[in-house]
């Protein structure tokens, strides 16, 4: 199993800055991938970003060039640098671990973009 803490979540200005961390343990060599994922209000949950173990980056379209998806592999953690933020960024984000043949998600960080 593949256990992921989420942290970095609160409420921030529009056009402010949040990082969210994303710590993993357990059967971390088997992660292939890890992604940032969000649900807003009323919602379905969408993909946000994804990095490979290779390190090879993907965003959603309306993130691009915003959000910033990294992971330090010393340290086990996955981050998700969000600028600009927008109203429409607020969602719970949630980290998952893609594995071969499962995959595993964090409990989510709440974002709230709000003047």
């Known amino acids: 199993q593949v256990q992921l803490v989420e942290s970095g979540g609160g409420l921030v200005q529009p056009g402010g800055s949040l990082r969210l961390s994303c710590a993993a343990s357990?059967?971390?060599?088997?992660?292939?991938?890890m992604g940032w994922h969000r649900q807003a209000p009323g919602k379905q949950r969408e993909l946000v970003a994804t990095?490979?173990?290779?390190?090879?980056?993907n965003y959603v379209g309306s993130v691009k060039g915003r959000f910033t998806i990294s992971r330090d592999n010393a340290k086990n953690t996955t981050y998700l640098q969000m600028n600009s933020l927008k109203f429409e960024d607020t969602a719970v984000y949630y980290c998952n671990a893609v594995l071969r043949t499962d995959s595993y998600w964090g409990q989510g960080t709440r974002v709230t973009v709000s003047s």
């Open positions: 990095i490979t173990s290779s390190g090879r980056t």
């Open positions: 357990g059967r971390i060599f088997s992660i292939i991938a």
